[in-house]
C-alpha cells in the first residue's frame, strides 16, 4: 500500500520514529501532518524544519510576507493548492507551501506569476491561517461586522454604479464587504464629513473622516479589509480594480437616508498598498449670501464687489476653505431671472436651477478654456469659472470680463491681494489686469463653538488662553468645551472669514505701476479692507469662536507681510524689554491700535537696531535689563545727536518716586509703572507720540 511521502521526508533528514509509523498515501496532508509530528514528538515549526532539510528547500517566514508577492498569486490558485506568495523578485517568485511534491501546484504558479517559483517550506495550520489573513473569506468580513447595525449599513444605496470592469474575485460584490462600505458612507454623511480617508499600512488601516476641516479618526480595519473597500470603491467609481500601481479617479452618487450625495473618488499607491480618499458633496445648496452670516462690513462689500457689470472677482484660499460655496451663495443672490448665469466647473459641485452649468472632462475635450469659449457664444451676463489655472483660460477670462462680462472664479494665492501677483505668474500683463479687476477675496473657515456645550469665558483663564490673548491683544467670549453632540471637540460647524479688497483708483493705479502685493496690500487696507486676522478675531470676541481656532487655522500666517506693514505711515514703536510677556502684551496692544512693533530683549540688541538705520517713532525701554539696563540706554540716546530727539517711555516694576525724576531729568519723556495695563499703556503711549508729531 505505501507510506505517505511526509514520512519518508521525516526519515530523510534523520526524524524516523522509534517504532513502525503507517499513513496511507492519501490522507490529507493536515491530518498526516499532526500524525507525524505526535509520533516523532515534534512541533510543527521543528517538522517543517526536517522537511525543508529532506527536499533542501528554505522555510518560510510567514511575518514577513510582502503584500505584492501575493497578489502575484491569484486566491483561486493559492487556496486551491494551498499556498502563499511571500516575496519576490524580477525572475523569482518565493512560494510558501506544506506540500514540495506537487508539480501542478509549480506548474500552475509559474503560470499565474510569470516568474520561475522557488518553493520554502512552511506547517499546513499556517499556511491556512496565512491564507485567510491575505484572502479573508466572506467569514471574517461577517465576524469584523457581527456588531453592526444592519439597517444603518442597508440606508446606503449607490445611484450610479455601472462597472464595466469584469470582476476578478467575487469579494468585491460580496454582500458582507457592500455593507462595510456602506457603513462607513453613512457614518461619514452622518457626522457632517466633507473627505474620508482610507488607507493601509504595515501594523494595519484605518479609516478617517475631515469633520470641520480637522481630520478625526473613524475605525482601524485590518490591511486586508482596507483593501478590499478600496477595490469597492474603485467599482463603484467604474475604474479600474486591476490596476493598483497608477492614480486613478472616479465619481458615484449614492442615497444615505433618501438624500442623494455625490462622491468624488480618488486612489493613489503607496508604499504599504493603495489610498483612497471620496470628497462628499450635499448635492444641493439652498443658501445666499445672507445665510453665511458674514459680518456686517464684509458681507456690504462683497455685494458691492457683486453689483458691477462687468469685470473679475476673484475668491483665493486653500483647499476646502468654502470658495466654492461662496461662490454659489453669490450666484443665488445673482439669479433673478433677469440675467443669465453659466458656470464651467471641475466638478459641479452642487446644481442650481435656473443657471447652466458645464462639467470639466478633459477626456472629452472639455477643459476650461475651451468651455469658456463656447460659454462667450451662449450671451451670458454673468460667468463663474471654477479655477484660473493656465493663461490660456485667464487670458479668455479677461476677454469676457472686457467685453460687458461680469466673471467670477477661484485663483490659488495667499491672501486678497496675492491674487494679482498669481494672474501674473500665469502671464497676464499688469494693464489687462488693472482694466479688469474689480475685487478680490480671501477666505478662511473657523470651527463655530458648539451651542450645546460652549461656556462663557471667565476667570479663571487657562493658561493657553492667556497667552493668546496676551498675543492678539483679544479677551475671547466663549470656549469650546465639548460634548457628545460635538464629539467631544468643543465645535460644531463652521463660519466663514473674509477679506474683501475692493479695487480702487488708488490700488488699481499702483497695481499697473508694478506695486508688490505688501504695497497693494497696505493701500487696500488703507482703503477700506479689513485683514483676514482682524477678521477672525473680532468673531473671537463676539464668542463665535476662540483664539485657539484663530491660531490654528491663520496663526502666523493669518496676516500677510503685506497686511503687517500696511500702516507703514503710521507709527514705528520699538519695544525692549528682557520679560517675554510683557513684549507680547505691549506689541498686541500697539498692533492692534495699528502701529508698527519691533522688539528687543536688552539694552545691547536695542541699540544695534537702532544703529542699523530703521526709523523709530518712539522706544519703551525697561528699566531692568541684563547687558545693559534702561537708564544706560537712555544715556546714549540722549547723547547722540541722531537720537537725542527719540521719545523714551520708561516701564519699570519699581515703587521709588526718586528714580523717575532722575529718569525724566536725563531724558525720559514718560514714566509707567508694571504691571502694564493695556488701556493705560496705549493711552500714555498715543500722547508721547503725539507730543513727537508722530501721531496726529
Not at 525572475?91 to 500552475?108: H, V
Not at 493657553?464 to 483679544?474: I, N, P, S, T
Not at 491660531?551 to 520679560?579: I, K
Not at 546714549?636 to 527719540?646: E, H, I
Amino acid at each position: 500500500m505505501g507510506n505517505h511521502w511526509l514520512v519518508a521526508a521525516a526519515g530523510r533528514a534523520g526524524r524516523a520514529p522509534s517504532g513502525p509509523l503507517e499513513i496511507p498515501p492519501a490522507t490529507a496532508l493536515p491530518q498526516a501532518w499532526a500524525a507525524v509530528a505526535k509520533a516523532l514528538a515534534l512541533t510543527d515549526d521543528e517538522l517543517a524544519e526536517a522537511v525543508a532539510r529532506a527536499f533542501r528547500m528554505g522555510v518560510a517566514k510567514l511575518e514577513r510576507v510582502e503584500p505584492r508577492a501575493t497578489r502575484l498569486v491569484p486566491e483561486k490558485v493559492a487556496r486551491e493548492f494551498k499556498i502563499l506568495g511571500i516575496r519576490e523578485t524580477d525572475r523569482e517568485i518565493f512560494i510558501a507551501t506544506s506540500d514540495p511534491t506537487n508539480q501542478d501546484a509549480e506548474q500552475a504558479a509559474a503560470f499565474a506569476a510569470g516568474r520561475r517559483p522557488v518553493f520554502e517550506m512552511a506547517p499546513p495550520r499556517l499556511i491556512a491561517e496565512a491564507l485567510e489573513a491575505h484572502y479573508p473569506s466572506d467569514g471574517a468580513l461577517e465576524s469584523l461586522l457581527s456588531t453592526v447595525d444592519a439597517e444603518a449599513a442597508d440606508s446606503v444605496r449607490v445611484v450610479v454604479e455601472t462597472g464595466a470592469e469584469p470582476l476578478t474575485a467575487d469579494d468585491v460584490s460580496a454582500a458582507p464587504l457592500i455593507r462595510l462600505v456602506n457603513l462607513i458612507l453613512r457614518d461619514a454623511v452622518v457626522q457632517r464629513a466633507s473627505d474620508i480617508h482610507i488607507e493601509g499600512g504595515r501594523a494595519g488601516g484605518s479609516v478617517r473622516f475631515r469633520v470641520d476641516g480637522v481630520m478625526r479618526n473613524h475605525m482601524q480595519l485590518p490591511v486586508w479589509a482596507v483593501n478590499r473597500a478600496i477595490s469597492r470603491l474603485k467599482v463603484m467609481g467604474e475604474m479600474d480594480i486591476s490596476d493598483r500601481v497608477r492614480p486613478q479617479d472616479g465619481r458615484a452618487t449614492i442615497q444615505v437616508d433618501g438624500r442623494s450625495y455625490d462622491l468624488r473618488l480618488s486612489t493613489v499607491p503607496t508604499r504599504e498598498g493603495e489610498k483612497a480618499v471620496i470628497r462628499i458633496l450635499r448635492g444641493e445648496v439652498g443658501v445666499n449670501l445672507t445665510a453665511l452670516a458674514l459680518p456686517a462690513s464684509e458681507l456690504a462689500q462683497l455685494r458691492a464687489l457683486l453689483a458691477h457689470s462687468d469685470g473679475m472677482v476673484l475668491v483665493t484660499g486653500p483647499t476646502g476653505s468654502g470658495k466654492t460655496s461662496t461662490l454659489y451663495a453669490a450666484i443665488r443672490e445673482l439669479a433673478t431671472g433677469k440675467v443669465n448665469i453659466m458656470t464651467v466647473e471641475d466638478p459641479v459641485e452642487y446644481e442650481l436651477p435656473g443657471i447652466t452649468q458645464m462639467q470639466v472632462d478633459t477626456k472629452r475635450g472639455v477643459t476650461f478654456s475651451s468651455a469658456l469659449r463656447a460659454i462667450l457664444r451662449q450671451d451670458p451676463d454673468v460667468i463663474l469659472v471654477g479655477e484660473i489655472r493656465d493663461l490660456e483660460t485667464a487670458q479668455i477670462a479677461v476677454q469676457a470680463a472686457m467685453t460687458g462680462h461680469l466673471v467670477l472664479g477661484t485663483v490659488h494665492a495667499n491672501d486678497a491681494a496675492g491674487v494679482v501677483a498669481r494672474l501674473v505668474d500665469l502671464g497676464l500683463e499688469r494693464a489687462s489686469i488693472a482694466a479688469t479687476m474689480r475685487g478680490a477675496v480671501a477666505q478662511r473657515l473657523l470651527r463655530r463653538v458648539c451651542r450645546e456645550c460652549g461656556v462663557a469665558a471667565t476667570d479663571p483663564v487657562p493658561e493657553e488662553e492667556q497667552r493668546l490673548a496676551a498675543r492678539y491683544g483679544v479677551r475671547p467670549a466663549r470656549r469650546a468645551v465639548g460634548c457628545s453632540r460635538c464629539a467631544d471637540t468643543g465645535y460644531l460647524g463652521r463660519l466663514a472669514v473674509l477679506e474683501v479688497l475692493s479695487a480702487t483708483s488708488a490700488f488699481l493705479e499702483r497695481l499697473g505701476a508694478g506695486a508688490s502685493s505688501q504695497e497693494l496690500t497696505r493701500i487696500a487696507v488703507l482703503e477700506g479692507m479689513n485683514p483676514l486676522m482682524q477678521v477672525a478675531l473680532k468673531r473671537a470676541q463676539e464668542g463665535a469662536t476662540t483664539l485657539q481656532e484663530v491660531e490654528r487655522v491663520l496663526g502666523e500666517t493669518g496676516q500677510s507681510e503685506g497686511a503687517r506693514d500696511a500702516r507703514e505711515d503710521r507709527p514705528h514703536v520699538l519695544v525692549v524689554d528682557d520679560d517675554e510677556a510683557n513684549r507680547i502684551l505691549a506689541r498686541a496692544v500697539l498692533e492692534r491700535d495699528g502701529m508698527r512693533v519691533t522688539d528687543a530683549t536688552d539694552g545691547v540688541a536695542a541699540l544695534e537696531l537702532i544703529a542699523a538705520g530703521e526709523g523709530y517713532s518712539l522706544v519703551v525701554l525697561d528699566l531692568a535689563m541684563p547687558r545693559m539696563d534702561g537708564a544706560e540706554v537712555l544715556a546714549k540716546l540722549k547723547s547722540s545727536v541722531a537720537t537725542a530727539g527719540l521719545p523714551v517711555v520708561i516701564l519699570t516694576g519699581t515703587q521709588d518716586e526718586s528714580a523717575e525724576v532722575r529718569l525724566m531729568d536725563a531724558g525720559a519723556d514718560d514714566y509707567i509703572r508694571k504691571p502694564l495695563e493695556p488701556a493705560r499703556f496705549l493711552a500714555r503711549v498715543r500722547a508721547s507720540l503725539r507730543r513727537s508729531g508722530a501721531l496726529t
